[in-house]
């Protein structure tokens, strides 16, 4: 087994589904799917397991990153030397996992960066603007996306870097450490689709959240 699929998922039985039928439609097979509920109060766990899928449930939330990590570990376990992590909510199209894909002997971690920033919502353009920044001068690596959830990450890489965050801080975390221990870090465009679906991220508390993680790599 060589490459699994991790999604974390909060609240997202309104699109769960689609996502599941969009990856089998081309060609991903329901046992490579890593579902992680991070502790739903909808029926996003019950949906996913209705669709023959892996899934893992965290009986609260605790955080995109935590719940990342909980698909990382069991793909892992699974024997997988790769994984390709998307979000619940439909944004990432499934043609680009096979564009992501060609391209993974070449790099350790290959991140999604979205070039049609002119449709993404105000705040969340400013927050991943301000944050891609930081990370990038902290790294002295550039990077245009640190925030985008649409990724290829080689397992291995866990060997050397530990990740310490929980929430979406954790994705800029795993960058950032990514380059400083000197894996091969890339960056791809990819496709995103803005509709309806509730944002989770909280501006003020993450971006908090990130300002604290970035003075912690400061001192270090």
Same mark, same amino acid.
């Given at each position: 087994?060589?490459?699994? *699929?991790?999604?974390?998922?909060?609240?997202?039985?309104?699109?769960?589904?689609?996502?599941? !039928?969009?990856?089998?439609?081309?060609?991903?097979?329901?046992?490579?799917?890593?579902?992680?509920?991070?502790?739903?109060?909808?029926?996003?766990?019950?949906?996913?397991?209705?669709?023959?899928?892996?899934?893992?449930?965290?009986?609260?939330?605790?955080?995109?990153?935590?719940?990342?990590?909980?698909?990382?570990?069991?793909?892992?376990?699974?024997? =997988?030397?790769?994984?390709?992590?998307?979000?619940?909510? $439909?944004?990432?199209?499934?043609?680009?996992? =096979?564009?992501?894909?060609?391209?993974?002997?070449? =790099?350790?971690?290959?991140? $999604?960066? !979205?070039?049609?920033?002119?449709?993404?919502?105000?705040?969340?353009?400013?927050?991943?603007?301000?944050?891609?920044?930081?990370?990038?001068?902290?790294?002295?690596?550039?990077?245009?996306?640190?925030?985008?959830?649409?990724?290829? *990450?080689?397992?291995?890489?866990?060997? !050397?870097?530990?990740?310490?965050?929980?929430?979406?801080?954790?994705?800029?975390?795993? *960058?950032?450490?990514?380059?400083?221990? $000197?894996?091969?870090?890339?960056?791809?465009?990819?496709?995103?689709? =803005?509709?309806?679906?509730?944002?989770?991220?909280?501006?003020?508390?993450?971006?908090?959240?990130? *300002?604290?993680?970035?003075?912690?790599?400061?001192?270090?």
């Amino acid at each position: 087994m060589a490459t699994g *699929i991790v999604i974390p998922a909060y609240n997202a039985e309104a699109t769960i589904e689609r996502v599941i !039928r969009e990856l089998m439609k081309h060609g991903i097979k329901k046992k490579h799917i890593i579902i992680v509920d991070d502790g739903s109060t909808d029926a996003t766990g019950s949906v996913a397991l209705g669709m023959g899928v892996q899934v893992i449930r965290h009986e609260r939330n605790r955080g995109k990153g935590a719940a990342l990590k909980s698909g990382f570990s069991a793909a892992r376990s699974q024997g =997988y030397q790769g994984v390709i992590t998307m979000d619940a909510d $439909g944004q990432h199209l499934c043609d680009d996992i =096979y564009r992501l894909s060609r391209h993974r002997k070449a =790099y350790d971690l290959i991140v $999604g960066y !979205r070039n049609d920033t002119d449709v993404m919502p105000l705040m969340r353009n400013i927050v991943n603007r301000m944050t891609s920044l930081v990370i990038s001068v902290l790294a002295d690596a550039y990077t245009p996306d640190v925030q985008c959830g649409f990724r290829y *990450i080689a397992l291995n890489m866990f060997d !050397r870097v530990t990740l310490n965050t929980n929430h979406y801080q954790m994705e800029s975390e795993m *960058i950032f450490k990514a380059q400083r221990l $000197g894996y091969r870090v890339g960056s791809f465009p990819v496709a995103t689709v =803005y509709g309806k679906e509730k944002s989770f991220i909280k501006p003020f508390i993450d971006t908090v959240r990130f *300002i604290f993680m970035a003075i912690t790599f400061l001192w270090r």
